[in-house]
């Protein structure tokens, strides 16, 4: 599958010939090399928008942030009154969306800082957490822990039951 143009596909090359493991393609997506699938998905593991400009991520990303479908689907299952943690909470849209509709009890869980530093901007004074989603220990239970659009970070089922696992303790 050829991506665009000769000049597109010339310009991603010569970044990858300097040595970038990633590429992005305004309005596009990624390019995304290595050795093996392990290794693009560990290369994945730390996407450019979450390290190096956190207070940019929802202008980047906000075409994908519209639809209500899933936090329609938390208010069907969540009481307002339940506590709960968003995991890979990002810049906190998930849970600035459940604020306006009454529930606060909310804590955020994120590996990136920079991001959570754009949540707590966008909601208060809310607990965060700079944790990964893997080998997760925040020391706290909650009723309810909600993952819109990350769970994929988790790949394979192995994984995931490992996650659901510690969630659990």
Partial sequence: YSPGTQEDIDEVLSYLRNGERIVELVNHGIVSVGKN????????????????FPELYDAIYHRFQHSTEFIDLVGKIVRPDEAVLDLAAGTGDVSK???ERGYRNLSLADQSDGMLNVAR??????PTYVTAMRGMDIGRTYDAIIVRQAINYLMNYDNLWKTVGIIQK
């Fill in 121 to 126: 901007g966008k909601l208060g004074d809310v």
């Fill in 97 to 99: 969306s459940l604020q």
């Fill in 37 to 52: 699938l392990d290794d693009v998905i560990a290369t994945l593991d730390v996407e450019p928008a979450y390290v190096n």
